[in-house]
Every structure is written in C-alpha cells, then in structure tokens.
C-alpha cells in the first residue's frame, strides 16, 4: 500500500480550505420528505499509486518543513514618558555592546552620535524588548516576516507608537540562559514601526492583549537562504544522486537547486523564480517524476487520464504533476479545458496557466466568474497571480461582484498587476521619515462598501469606493484620548483633534471632507505643512486608524463592513505534521534550518563519491 504522510496531509488542508472558502448549502425545504439518493461508493483517501508512484515525493519526504523561530533583544524608541530602563543584566551588557558597535563610525567622515547607548537605555523614551519572529522553510536570502515585541522589563507601560531600532536575530533557543540568551550567529535583521492590539474589537483575544507586546509587521529580513531538507526513504547515495540530477534538470543548474550531501538526504534551494512562494516551490519539486523519457511520460499521460474520476485532492495532484512534466504536455492538456467536469476543467486550466498555455486564460476566467464553481476563489488567486495583462481586466471586472471575499481576492490580484483600478497612497511615518506609516488603496468599485485591513507583512487599508462617505453629524473620542472627530452639521466638514505626544495638548483642529479616503489621510500623514500652508495629517499610528475606523464602522458612521485579513490555512489547522521515518528507523539529521558553521575535514575531500558512508562536504 502506498504511503506518503506529506501529500495526504496537503489533502487534508486543501480539503478544510475548500470548505471554509466556499461554504455549504442546503437545498432541503419544507412539505413532503423525498427519497435520499443512494450513497457513492466510498473513496480511497489515499492517492492511487498510478498519479504518485516514481515522483520524488514517492522516495523521500521533508524533513524541515517547519518555520524556524529566531529570537533577538532590541530597543524601541519614540515612547514618550510610557517607556523604562529596567531590563535583565545579560541583555543590557549585550545590547550596550551592540549599540557602541552600531554606531561607531565606519568611515573617516562620520562623527559619533553625541548620545550614547547608556544613555539611550535608561530614558523613559526608550524600552528593552525580546523580538520574536517565526521564518518559513525554503525562504531565500532578504524575505520578509512579521515580528512579536515584548517589553522585558517591569517599569514599561506601552510600546504603541514606538519604532523598533535595527536589531539582529539568531536561533531560538527555549533553555537557553544568562549568555545564552545572545549566543549565535545572526541570521536576519529586523526593525520597523511598533503597533500594539491593532485589531482590537475584530478579535476577542486580541482585545485581552497587553500594550506590553507590539507587532512589527514585515519587520524582520533575512540575510541568508534557509535550505529545505528532503530525506530518503531508503538511504542511499545513488537514488540522492538520480533526485538531484532530475530536479535539477527542471529547476536549473547555475546555481542548482539540489544537492545530495549523502546517502540519507539532499538540500534544496528556492530558485528565484519561486522565491516569493517557496511551498510552491516545494510541492512541484516532490510532484517531479523521476524518469522523464517521451515514452515513459507518454504513458504516465494515459494513466493519469484513467485517474480524472477521481476527487479533488487527486486532481490536485494530477496538475502539479502536469506542470512539473513541462510545456510539452500542452497538447494533452487542452483538450481538457472543455472536459465534463467543471473541476477537471480547472485544475487542467491551471497547469495550463502556468505552463504559458494563454488558451488556459479564458477557461480560468470563466470558472472565476461562476458563482457555483467550487474552485472559483482559487481561480481568482490563480488569475491573480499569472503574468498575462488580460488576467488584470477580468479582474477588474470582479470587483463589483457580491461575493466579499472573490471581490479582496481580485484586489490582492490587481496589486500584482499594478492596475489602474487600484490607486495607491503611501504614507510615510512621523517618527521614522524613512518608514511607511501604512499603505492606503483607493479600490474602484460600485457595489456595496467595504474598509479591508491587512494584518500580516505590511500596514496597508483599502477602500472600495472612492467617495466613500462618512455620515454626518459625528463625534468620536479615541478611549484613550488620542483622537477626537467631531462634525456637528450634515454638510460640514470633520474637525480631527489629536493629542501630542508630549505635553498632553490638543493640535489645532484639522479640517478634513467627510469621506472615508480623505479621513484616513488625515489621521495617518505625517503632522507637516504643505506648499498652501496646511497640515496633511496628525500622524497616528497604523493599529489606532484601525482602531478609529471599526469604531466608525460599528456605530454606523462609516456605511460599510471593516474586513480582516482572513487567516490562512495553516493557523487553521495547525503546522504540518514533523516527518516520520517508515517502521521507526532512526532518522539522521532532521533538522536543517540554517547551514551549521562547520570546520574544515580534511577526510571529506579524500573520500570516494562510490564509499557507501560517502558525504558531501558541507
């Protein structure tokens, strides 16, 4: 019986996503009970070994597939009098050694700071925090992660509004101790504006959330690439050597993605092309067949169209497979795209759209436009993400649908594409002038009003519906009392009123339109004059316009939904599974993250590629 923990587990999760994006129906009414239709015959859950069998993923499985935690300590500025000097001595010795280092000149003309780190750390403007952050497996070298910040001293109040100085990240290490705590080598850097709680009334555990703990969204970058480990199921150096030389050959070899560093596993390298989705990357490698001669792709072909009965898992992986084959299966695919079954037309489409097949662009289109389809919001996605102009106009013309969530997945598409539809306002941030406060979209779009919130890698808010308006007569005070708006005529503008920072006085009032996009300008632009002599905006913080505009839209002020970004599939149901290796044998080296700094062996380069111990040296 075939086995394959991996591809049954990706099942499962697609299985769960394909439910929670498209819902279920209930077609039963009232009046007299009609009769069931009999049962299908129940289905396999594992896929047939004549879609899987001889594909890489057949002979090994992954064995870091999991993300990384790395860990750092750091030091948030711009905190006003909410910030405290208080902190472990092992982390105020480090980061007082760290700050000297960063800002020692690096060249003859650049002067010291008239500051110095000592000083920095025990202003009530500054707070000591531990930076956590979680880095996917298989991301090249400068990908961005989302980053956690939590004060480490007692004395902090709030790290709202505050900016993470450029800090470094290594290992994280739970038992680690006293120097420990510091030990490694750096793996990424990280820095970047604070937000506490900014979703807070969206989420009932968000709200129960300290102004202790921030967020930095795309706060952290790498600075090496984290390799993939694929373990052989049956150890040995010349099956690794016939994976490598086969992925290889499809993934390119200057600098090749594979290596087989023994008998029991090889590294793989996101190539560039994938460097923005590194999964996918992972699944078209495994979905590799190893043999590729025409007649043994020829028959593999008519195998797997005897297997297109089958449920959408199968089919799922009957694409992958497709694309990995290359463009020469073009021709068996098209006459697929009008086949019976709505799903075979899609997962054909899809191998198709990435294979360059531009006929696959219409059929995509259409399942994306069809409100029964079961994969229309994957379609969406799919449209979204290919490089075809025409797939931007069919998007375009999506966002008026009534379905919410087709209408946020065209908009993410029409980023991609940097169409017109959507226009795009970057807002810079007034602590760090180097900084984007948040990113607003103005979204062209007729049907019913929506205010979308990113809350992962980067502040961004989109408007759909450009004049948007904010109901009048208003006022609103900020819990806190950071902000008030206030409008006491229907046809008046808002007055914005926004405390500073320091000195707990009001600014002078902001006179701003009502309407949602100009509103959101005001409260997030930088507090400066313009070429007429007026202020552009008050300056605050990403998590408090988020929080200014769900009050605004609960009270019925703003006549629209404010949309968070849904979560993805994995905080659904949870990381994948760590790989087990077949009758409980012992599995070597099962982590790889990061390369390890290994010492020259001198043995390693007298061995034999044939010795049956045979390594490749790191």
Aim: proline share 7%; glycine share 8%; net charge negative.
């Amino acid at each position: 019986m075939f086995r394959h923990r991996r591809f049954r587990k990706i099942a499962c999760m697609i299985g769960t996503a394909s439910l929670i994006w498209c819902g279920c129906t209930d077609s039963g009414g009232w009046g007299r009970k009609k009769k069931l239709p009999p049962e299908p015959t129940p289905r396999s859950a594992v896929v047939p070994d004549a879609v899987l069998g001889d594909t890489v993923g057949a002979h090994t499985l992954i064995g870091s597939g999991e993300p990384l935690r790395l860990r750092g300590f750091g030091l948030v500025i711009g905190l006003g009098e909410n910030g405290g000097s208080d902190c472990p001595s092992t982390i105020r010795e480090y980061l007082l050694d760290y700050l000297d280092r960063e800002f020692a000149p690096r060249d003859a003309g650049r002067r010291r700071p008239n500051f110095s780190p000592k000083q920095m750390i025990d202003s009530l403007d500054t707070a000591v925090v531990a930076v956590h952050g979680l880095v996917p497996a298989g991301t090249p070298k400068g990908t961005r992660f989302d980053l956690q910040v939590e004060a480490v001293g007692t004395q902090t109040r709030s790290l709202e509004g505050g900016v993470l100085a450029l800090c470094e990240l290594k290992r994280f290490d739970v038992a680690a101790a006293g120097k420990g705590l510091v030990s490694g080598r750096t793996l990424a850097r990280a820095r970047g504006l604070v937000f506490t709680n900014p979703f807070r009334g969206a989420d009932s555990s968000a709200s129960r959330q300290t102004p202790r703990r921030g967020y930095v969204l795309g706060g952290g970058r790498t600075l090496e690439d984290r390799t993939i480990r694929l373990l052989m199921l049956e150890p040995s150096y010349w099956m690794a050597r016939r994976v490598e030389r086969r992925l290889n050959e499809r993934f390119g070899q200057n600098p090749p993605v594979a290596k087989a560093m023994s008998k029991g596993y090889l590294t793989l390298t996101t190539p560039a092309r994938y460097a923005d989705e590194p999964a996918r990357f992972v699944e078209l490698a495994t979905h590799l067949y190893l043999e590729n001669t025409p007649g043994r792709v020829e028959r593999k072909l008519i195998e797997l169209s005897g297997e297109l009965d089958g449920p959408d898992r199968t089919l799922g992986h009957i694409s992958l497979i497709w694309e990995g084959l290359g463009r020469t299966v073009i021709p068996h695919i098209q006459p697929l795209y009008t086949h019976a079954n709505p799903s075979v037309r899609f997962y054909a489409a899809r191998a198709g759209l990435h294979l360059k097949d531009v006929n696959a662009l219409e059929i995509m289109a259409q399942v994306a436009e069809s409100p029964a389809h079961a994969c229309r919001l994957l379609a969406v996605r799919e449209l979204g993400e290919s490089d075809y102009p025409q797939a931007a106009r069919r998007l375009a013309g999506l966002l008026d649908r009534d379905d919410q969530e087709v209408r946020i997945a065209a908009y993410e598409g029409l980023l991609h594409h940097k169409h017109p539809a959507v226009e795009t306002h970057r807002l810079m941030s007034a602590l760090d002038p180097t900084q984007f406060n948040l990113t607003l979209d103005v979204v062209e779009s007729n049907a019913r009003p929506v205010v979308y919130v990113r809350r992962t890698l980067e502040p961004r808010i989109a408007v759909f519906g450009r004049r948007m308006p904010v109901s009048l007569p208003l006022f609103y005070n900020h819990p806190d009392d950071w902000v008030t708006l206030n409008a006491l005529e229907e046809q008046s503008d808002i007055a914005v009123l926004c405390r500073t920072r320091s000195g707990q006085l009001m600014t002078e009032p902001l006179m701003v339109p009502a309407r949602v996009v100009e509103l959101i300008r005001a409260l997030a632009d930088v507090p400066v004059e313009d070429a007429n002599d007026r202020v552009r905006g008050i300056g605050l913080g990403y998590s408090r316009v988020v929080e200014v505009l769900e009050a605004l839209c609960t009270s019925g002020a703003i006549p629209a939904r404010l949309v968070m970004q849904t979560t993805t599939v994995t905080d659904l149901l949870g990381p994948a599974e760590l790989p087990e290796r077949p009758e409980g044998d012992e599995v070597p080296l099962l982590i790889d993250e990061w390369p390890e700094e290994v010492e020259d062996d001198a043995n390693d380069e007298t061995q034999s590629e044939t010795d049956p111990d045979w390594q490749r040296p790191e």
